[in-house]
């Protein structure tokens, strides 16, 4: 059975996942109105991946005999005013969600919850992944910025983006 309070926290963070869902669907739609396709793609991926992270937690309180309570999704933001600044909100958001993460682990070990400090060690390494992708993004998009070229061909770039195999 898991404990109470991992269950709550947990519930918290399918709310969170499903957020991030949200606001990388409504990036993609803001680079979609701007013609970016490639950057709508990476985005709807992105959205993708977080509807499965919620899963995991979903589907991991209702393996421990817990509740899901789902709670209400704020709206996100809906326009940007660069393509930088919409990637800085990325990583900014993918470190938030890492806090959430590590708070849950800490959570975890003071529960003594094995089985979730297990299931939390996958989101831990995952949190590592989502920064360097974010950062990296933002990083050629500082490159594109001082050079004022190649927009395109990163569009292009992130357009190659494929689902991971699950």
Do not use: C
Request: no cysteine; aromatic share 10%.
């Amino acid at each position: 059975m898991i404990p109470k309070a991992m269950q709550d926290a947990m519930n918290e963070q399918i709310k969170n996942e499903l957020f991030s869902a949200y606001l990388y669907l409504s990036m993609a739609a803001h680079f979609e109105s701007k013609t970016l396709s490639g950057f709508a793609n990476w985005l709807r991926i992105q959205a993708k991946e977080e509807l499965g992270h919620a899963m995991k937690f979903y589907d991991f309180i209702l393996e421990r005999g817990g509740q899901v309570t789902l709670k209400a999704i704020d709206q996100p933001p809906s326009s940007w005013n660069s393509n930088l600044e919409a990637f800085e909100q990325v990583l900014a958001h993918e470190q938030k969600v890492t806090k959430n993460i590590n708070d849950l682990y800490e959570l975890a070990l003071k529960e003594k919850d094995y089985p979730s400090q297990v299931m939390l060690q996958w989101f831990i390494e995952e949190q590592v992944e989502e920064e360097k992708n974010a950062t990296e993004i933002i990083e050629k998009l500082k490159m594109i910025d001082a050079h004022g070229t190649a927009v395109l061909m990163l569009d292009h770039e992130l357009a190659k983006r494929e689902p991971e195999e699950e």
